[in-house]
């Protein structure tokens, strides 16, 4: 198991009035602003709304597609991103719930680093296999790809999700970098800082695909039911097409996720997750998770035309 080690219970004592990116209250909070937690109240995940333009102080311009220099990738598939690491084997299961229509349901992610890789636009890209549950049923299961380029940029290069309702596939949208007006966007920054511009986390306008990050937070704190964790860089995720709503998503270097949280006015899934488990999965684990990920594939150049267009997934020689 790959663990950044228990604190004392000592330690845990000072967490417990530790400051974090979210305020127990639920009172609203601006980039940067962390308020005390309430006495021996453990920082927890609060509605906080952070503000929707960009901070003041920020230089550079913000465009729907970021500059992609396909020569800028001599090793893309070793990413050690120190706040999104995606070596092969490696799982995060994340467990909380999400209120959809003032209806609370138990929500749990499993997202593992696959020992495939796909080519991309020309750029060789890590295979992701997220399975995403809703009260203990299967609701989407999604194929993501990534590369690092050599300053240490994590670039997302196209989705393949899978959308079921009672075991059936409703929905099997992708966009790919490349082919049907699509572009890569930015997975994680190598040099994240506050009061930067935001950027586009991947292009895909055919099937409404516009996110973007911002960093929201540096040095924040928190504690999960994995560990407790300090430093932490915190992106609030949004897309200009749907104003005022905000995911927050929390980083820890060497882990990368350890939980996610929501914003806004208008957030309606207000999705609440927290890490539970990070591992390395053995030889036996891997093989289950790359039947999953194959099969999901086979499927895709079935059901969806852009998908089909893109090079089979090869098992990577790592």
């Known amino acids: 198991m790959i663990r950044g080690g228990a604190f004392l219970a000592t330690v845990l004592l000072v967490l417990a009035a530790c400051t974090s990116s979210t ?40 465009v729907d597609i970021e500059p992609f220099d396909p020569g800028n990738f001599s090793n893309p598939t070793a990413i050690n991103n120190p706040w999104m690491p995606l070596v092969p084997g490696m799982q995060w299961i994340f467990e909380g719930s999400a209120t959809i229509d003032a209806v609370k349901q138990a929500r749990s992610v499993v997202l593992t680093v696959t020992d495939l890789t796909k080519v991309i636009g020309g ?7 997220e399975l995403d549950y809703t009260d203990g049923i299967l609701s989407e299961a999604e194929l993501a790809f990534w590369a690092q380029d050599d300053d240490g940029t994590v670039w997302r290069l196209g989705e393949y999700p899978e959308v079921y309702d009672l075991g059936q596939i409703v929905e099997a949208p992708a966009w790919m970098h490349g082919l049907d007006d699509a572009a890569a966007g930015i997975a994680m920054q190598a040099n994240p800082r506050m009061f930067t511009p935001s950027y586009s986390q991947g292009w895909g306008p055919e099937v409404g695909w516009t996110d973007r990050g911002r960093v929201f937070e540096v040095n924040s704190e928190t504690c999960v039911p994995f560990d407790c964790y300090l430093g932490l860089l915190v992106i609030t995720e949004f897309s200009n097409d749907d104003p005022d709503v905000y995911q927050l998503k929390y980083y820890a270097k060497g882990v990368g996720g350890v939980r996610v949280g929501w914003a806004g006015a208008r957030e309606e899934e207000q999705e609440v997750l927290e890490l539970v488990s990070f591992v390395r999965l053995n030889a036996a684990e891997m093989e289950v998770i790359r039947a999953g990920a194959l099969a999901q594939e086979a499927r895709g150049y079935d059901l969806n035309d852009v998908y089909a267009q893109t090079p089979r997934l090869e098992r990577s020689g790592n």
């Open 23 to 62: 305020d127990p209250s639920g009172s609203p909070l601006q980039p940067g602003v962390t308020p005390q937690a309430s006495e021996g109240v453990l920082p927890v995940e609060a509605t906080p709304a952070p503000t929707p333009s960009v901070p003041s102080g920020t230089t550079g311009p913000e």
């Open 123 to 129: 750029i060789r890209a890590v295979a992701g296999y």
